[in-house]
């Protein structure tokens, strides 16, 4: 995830401090933690809350870890996808930005080709021997260009206009990128069960990695 996300899990009255903070230690697992991987996550270490499984079950059902457990982890699911979901409006209003950018110098591109004369004029000098007298002779040579044919005016004002229309949110005749995947309101998310939210991450995520391969 872009930032770290810290999820509390509040310390119930008469729960003592080693068996709150095996608790956290056990939340923190995340999916597919068990009591025998958490007192392997022990091993080695000075002081554990405790080193035996039996003490862990007793905290577990007198503390109602399997509750606490799944509220942090909906909790956790609905912070990381409200952290997704602001990372793509960012990224949205940047891309809009960049593109209206190039919209307005495409359009301000258009109307200095239409404004200014379709004939460019570039004036060169050479020196020459006159093959009459033998004397040197400086040619002034004029050479006329067009600037740009009216069909590529209409290319690049068609090209800015549709870029502009996108930006603004416009109605275009050109498809519209999308990530394929719809944003979802608070609402929205808090109605979602803790396996859908971590679904819905996981698609926000691919389409993350399939933006940044384009």
């Known amino acids: 995830m872009p930032d770290s996300i810290t999820i509390t899990l509040p310390r119930l009255d008469g729960e ?15 999916p597919g933690r068990s009591l025998d991987k958490l007192v392997e996550t022990w091993v080695g270490e000075a002081c554990p809350p405790t080193r035996r499984r039996a003490t862990l079950a007793d905290w577990s059902i ?3 870890w399997q509750e606490r457990v799944a509220a942090y982890d909906d909790a956790l699911a609905t912070a990381q996808l409200q952290q997704q979901q602001a990372a793509w409006v960012e990224r949205a209003a940047e891309l809009r930005e960049r593109a209206w950018v190039a919209a307005s110098a495409g359009l ?4 200095e080709l239409l404004t200014r004369s379709a004939i ?7 020196t ?3 093959p009459d007298t033998g004397r040197r002779m400086r040619l002034v ?3 006329e260009s067009p600037r740009g044919s009216l069909g590529d005016v209409a290319r690049l004002l068609n090209a800015a206009a549709t870029v502009g229309r996108l930006v603004v ?8 990128l999308d990530v394929h995947v719809q944003l979802r309101s608070p ?9 859908e939210k971590r679904a819905y991450l996981a698609d926000l995520m691919k389409a993350k990695s399939a933006r940044s391969g384009l």
Not at 120 to 126: I, N, R, S
Not at 169 to 176: I, K, L, N, P
Not at 187 to 195: G, H, I, S, V
């Open 16 to 30: 003592h401090a080693k068996a709150h903070a095996a608790l956290v230690a056990y939340a923190t697992l995340g």
């Open 62 to 64: 007198r503390f109602d």
């Open 108 to 111: 301000e591109r258009c109307v």
């Open 120 to 126: 460019e004029t570039t004036t060169t000098e050479e």
């Open 128 to 130: 020459v021997m006159d």
């Open 141 to 143: 040579i004029i050479r």
């Open 169 to 176: 949110g416009e109605h275009t005749s050109h498809e519209r």
């Open 187 to 195: 609402e929205e998310l808090e109605q979602m069960t803790t396996e």
